[in-house]
């Protein structure tokens, strides 16, 4: 068991593990900002639907936040960054994750707006998928080290002195 | 007599000193001693004084140290067989490695102290303990060679990344919404037209019963299946159009029509008065405090 435990760690702990999973992550927030992107109208019609973004703020998140995704995703894949841009993301997916449970718990039948206009609804499913993608941002924080854009461009790998 | 016995058989079994004379492992096996461990308890630890080499009798046990930044990485993995320490029974030395049980493990434990003499006595011992010394680092220098290449900087952070990154977000967001066609203003803003006024529930309800007025739920489809005034039509208001036609296109203007539908992020029943009025209905109003506010004052709804 412990054997298991030891590699189950190596995996978890690996930087490049960490690697894929950010450009996996980057890739994902680019594709779902793609249809928010050019309409925000309908996406503010996904937003409005949870009934928690107030009245003054729906517009302005539905303008803003399709800008964010896509931004943080290139920031991943180019590995610039990629601390700061996980720990926002990981942030946005608390709170995706807490919208999508409260409506869960009100019996609310709506679009979830997450990666496709329509024809995505809200569901314990999506919230596996938000935790799974949460951790992900969690193990890019504390693991990832290499292919990095630093000074030296991205091959460059700075060791310890 | 019987723990000598199988202390014997475990060091004539072990890498460390299977070649050596019958006679040393008798004088070995006098000074030795089993010691039994539990999962994940701690047989060496850093930095410790050492003075003990161990033999894995059965089980498992781990060696490991620490990196710069505190992170454990492991040297070696020990089975039955496998040795540790042997650099102790030759001279005084700190722990370099930590190990830990990784299994209910049984180990010889074998003193510097009485080793020399057997070391005076017996010359195979000696090349025995060296021939162990140099494997160890045969061993032990891949396995640092493969973590001191994990050890790399982690990615920098500071409190200006999290500006930079929202701040880009915030101009390119707004700049694009400003040249997209099917941009959206920044703010709901919606101006009732004049004509437009509100009406209480409690009266609202007694023209429903004299039948004097149409109610229309302005809430998207799937809020009103869950609940809805009785008699309401559903008029969401992403697909006015396509519904009205079909549903109030024929209806008197004079009718009296109430409005209602709204939530915290969205007054659906506004924009669809407004929608209401531009198609010449001249008596729309709209229910004050919405649906709740008709449920609060004990008004009926139907699923």
Request: glycine share 8%; charged share 20%; hydrophobic share 45%.
């Amino acid at each position: 068991m412990n054997r298991i435990w030891s590699f189950i760690k190596k995996i978890v702990t690996s930087e490049y593990v960490a690697l894929v999973i950010r450009i996996y992550l980057g890739s994902i927030f680019i594709y779902a900002s793609m249809s928010k992107v050019i309409e925000p109208a309908v996406f503010a019609e996904n937003i409005a639907g949870y009934r928690i973004v107030p009245y003054w703020g729906l517009n302005l998140t539905a303008i803003i936040l399709p800008w964010l995704e896509p931004i943080c995703g290139f920031l991943l894949i180019i590995g610039l960054r990629t601390r700061a841009t996980a720990l926002i993301l990981a942030g946005l997916l608390i709170v995706f994750t807490v919208f999508v449970i409260l409506n869960i718990l009100r019996g609310a039948d709506i679009n979830c707006g997450c990666l496709e206009k329509v024809g995505e609804p809200i569901g314990w499913a999506k919230v596996a998928q938000n935790t799974v993608w949460f951790i992900m941002t969690i193990m890019i924080f504390f693991f990832d080290r290499i292919f990095l854009f630093r000074r030296g461009g991205i091959f460059s790998r700075k060791k310890m002195e | 007599m019987e723990e000598k016995s199988r202390i014997r058989v475990k060091l004539a079994e072990s890498t460390l000193f299977r070649k050596i004379s019958s006679d040393a492992l008798d004088e070995i096996a006098s000074i030795a001693q089993e010691k039994f461990y539990q999962t994940n308890d701690a047989i060496r630890i850093l930095g410790e004084h050492g003075d003990s080499c161990y033999i894995v009798s059965s089980g498992a046990a781990e060696v490991f140290t620490k990196g710069r930044e505190g992170t454990k990485f492991e040297l070696l993995q020990m089975g039955p067989g496998d040795s540790v320490g042997e650099i102790a029974l030759l001279t005084e030395t700190h722990n370099l490695g930590a190990m830990t049980a990784l299994e209910e493990t049984t180990l010889i434990e074998i003193p510097r102290n009485g080793f020399g003499p057997i070391l005076q006595r017996h010359p195979d011992v000696i090349d025995a303990v060296g021939k162990g010394i140099y494997q160890q680092f045969h061993r032990v220098i891949p396995a640092m060679e493969r973590e001191v290449g994990r050890q790399f900087l982690a990615p920098y952070m500071s409190w200006l990344d999290f500006i930079i990154i929202i701040g880009l977000s915030l101009i390119v967001s707004l700049g694009f919404n400003k040249v997209n066609q099917k941009g959206i203003s920044l703010f709901q803003q919606i101006t009732l037209d004049e004509g437009i006024s509100f009406v209480r529930p409690l009266e609202a309800f007694l023209k429903q019963k004299k039948g004097q007025s149409l109610f229309v739920d302005a809430m998207p489809t799937n809020f009103y299946e869950k609940e809805h005034i009785q008699g309401a039509e559903n008029l969401p208001l992403t697909i006015f159009d396509f519904i009205y036609d079909m549903t109030l296109a024929d209806e008197d203007k004079e009718k009296e029509i109430i409005v209602y539908g709204r939530s915290i992020s969205r007054h659906y029943d506004e924009q669809v008065a407004n929608k209401l009025s531009l198609r010449n209905h001249k008596n729309v109003k709209i229910l004050k405090g919405g649906l709740s506010a008709w449920k609060k004052s004990g008004c009926p709804v139907e699923p």
